[in-house]
């Protein structure tokens, strides 16, 4: 017994929807560009905000341990 699948028929398109598909191709590879772009920008200033908290914070250890050698070599 052999199966058979349906088979759907699709009419061909017309200029205007060619047309429209194009245009809406168009704006969406726009709309990637634009998100892409938006997420390399906040990637730089995340990647430089991790840099000038990872400063900070070896300042912050430094005077930590400036301030534990102070009042624990003190008599």
């Known amino acids: 017994m052999m199966i058979s699948w349906p088979i759907y ?7 205007g929807d060619m047309l429209r598909n194009r245009d809406a191709v168009v704006r969406s590879r726009e709309r990637k560009k634009m998100y892409v772009k938006d997420f ?9 905000e991790c840099r000038r908290l990872s400063h900070v914070l ?18």
Request: proline share 9%.
């Open 9 to 15: 028929w699709s009419p061909p398109c017309s200029s």
């Open 58 to 75: 070896q300042c912050f250890i430094a005077e930590n341990q400036a301030l534990q050698i102070f009042f624990f070599s003190s008599p």
């Open 40 to 48: 390399e920008m906040k990637s730089r200033y995340l990647e430089g």
